[in-house]
């Protein structure tokens, strides 16, 4: 186990993506209930044991390379880009196979995409993709990363530095998850409903500059960004991960996180944070890890202070 941990490196570097495995390859009978996450990134996040339908995920998985050629290039087509088919799942109670993917490039768009199976696990031949809806917001989240890279990253690396503890998600998690960043996804968040309409139109109005010409510089998305959502508000979330599987989280530390955070000196105007710190260790048959503390603040709830909830083991304390 030391040998395989040393080949996987989390704080910042990326870690490699396993090779297209079976099902009836996997030992997740054996060994403990919890596994660091390094080990995790490795065996995978699409294993039969952990999906709503067991038996059709280890029949597709069986057909995941007919699958993915079927998918891939109607998402290619409806997006107008390359992208990497990360894993699949049997989402639903249908003959239906949902396809996570994740964009070559920036901006980033992490989503998943279904396509029709049949009674064998295998493509319906001429079966059409559906995808999520969610493409436009998707792609304004990424570009806001982008156009404020600068102060994110400079963020992301005093809280690294300040919490050494502490590393940032690995990539296939991140993948998987569909995330486009490992740490940061900043959302608009004008607050009560009827400001709601306002943000729409400002996500249009960037999804529009988007389509008209995709490649920018961040100055130039930054510029964009400071005229279209002049006056918006913003929440942010933020993901962190004990780097060491042998130590556990702490509420308090958490917390100082949160405060960090929400002090930190960023150019958005932000009425919304939310902070999620977890272990390094996760359940082996599941997705979720052992143990995490999910801390959020909303200006428009009052001058609360935080929301702390505890989770183990999927579970809320």
Request: hydrophobic share 40%.
């Amino acid at each position: 186990m030391a040998a395989l941990l040393a080949t996987i490196a989390l704080g910042g570097c990326a870690v490699p993506t396993p090779p297209n495995h079976r099902p009836d390859t996997l030992t997740t009978s054996t060994g403990p209930d919890l596994i660091p996450i390094a080990e995790k990134e490795l065996l995978g996040y699409d294993q039969p044991s952990e999906t709503n339908f067991p038996a059709r995920q280890k029949l597709a998985l069986r057909h995941q390379d007919e699958i993915f050629a079927a998918v891939k290039p109607q998402v290619e087509k409806a997006l107008g880009r390359e992208v990497d088919l990360i894993e699949l799942d049997a989402t639903y109670p249908t003959q239906t196979i949902t396809v996570t993917y994740r964009t070559v490039d920036e901006p980033i768009i992490a989503d998943a995409a279904d396509i029709a199976i049949d009674a064998d696990g295998a493509p319906v031949a001429g079966a059409r993709v559906y995808m999520d809806e969610q493409t436009e917001l998707r792609t304004v989240q990424s570009l806001l990363r982008i156009a404020y890279r600068t102060e994110l990253d400079q963020l992301r690396d005093t809280l690294l530095a300040t919490y050494p503890e502490f590393t940032v998600l690995p990539e296939r998690y991140v993948a998987a998850h569909q995330m486009a960043d490992p740490v940061f996804t900043v959302n608009f968040n004008s607050g009560p409903w009827e400001k709601a309409e306002a943000d729409a139109a400002a996500e249009d109005a960037l999804y529009a500059a988007y389509l008209e010409q995709p490649k920018r510089t961040d100055a130039e998305w930054r510029a964009i960004f400071d005229q279209a959502a002049g006056g918006r508000k913003f929440q942010v979330s933020v993901h962190l991960v004990l780097a060491d599987p042998d130590h556990d989280i702490e509420e308090s530390v958490s917390v100082r996180i949160a405060e960090d955070v929400k002090n930190a000196t960023l150019p958005l105007d932000f009425n919304g944070w939310a902070i999620f710190t977890h272990t390094n260790l996760v359940l082996r048959e599941k997705n979720g890890f052992h143990r995490q503390f999910d801390i959020s603040y909303h200006l428009d709830d009052g001058d609360v202070g935080w929301d702390v909830n505890e989770w183990r083991d999927g579970g809320t304390l």
